[in-house]
């Protein structure tokens, strides 16, 4: 199986850019109902994935208060707790899966780290489902 058969492609996906404030990370993240969205540079490249809980730990450690505060809060002052590894569109699926145990969905990177989608943790159980199903 090919990872490409999983994959949800960039055009599809939300995403952030490395420059971004705290609000506009917010927005996005409300606007599309993501509780992760990947970090990618103005090239495209995938440079890790920021989490809801990420911004709610530093908010807290940070004392904000107010959503006001958040436009001089960038991006790179807050901590993330887990970084989301990405997988090569040439990776096998052994890979893929591994990666999606511990993370709700896997970037997808080409050859030179940029970020040509996502793929995820549902769409991976979905089909093994079905193929559970259509055995039995």
């Known amino acids: ?18 420059t971004y404030s705290l609000r506009q990370i917010l927005e996005k993240m409300e606007k599309h109902r993501y509780s992760a969205i990947p970090i990618l ?13 990420d911004i709610l730990w530093h908010c807290k450690a940070t004392g904000m208060a107010s959503i006001v505060n958040a436009e001089a809060i960038h991006l790179d002052e807050i901590p993330k ?26 970037p997808v990177v080409d050859d030179q780290n940029k970020f040509i989608g996502i793929v995820t943790r549902k769409d991976i159980i979905g089909y093994c489902y079905k193929k559970l199903v259509n055995a039995g």
Do not use: H, W
């Open 41 to 53: 540079t103005k090239q495209g490249e995938y440079v890790g994935t920021i989490t809801e809980g």
């Open 81 to 106: 707790k887990l970084e989301y590894a990405s997988v090569s569109i040439n990776s096998n699926m052994e890979d893929l899966i591994a990666r999606a145990m511990a993370q709700n969905f896997v």
């Open 1 to 18: 199986m090919n990872i490409l058969f999983f994959l949800t492609p960039k055009s599809e996906v939300a995403y952030i850019e490395d």
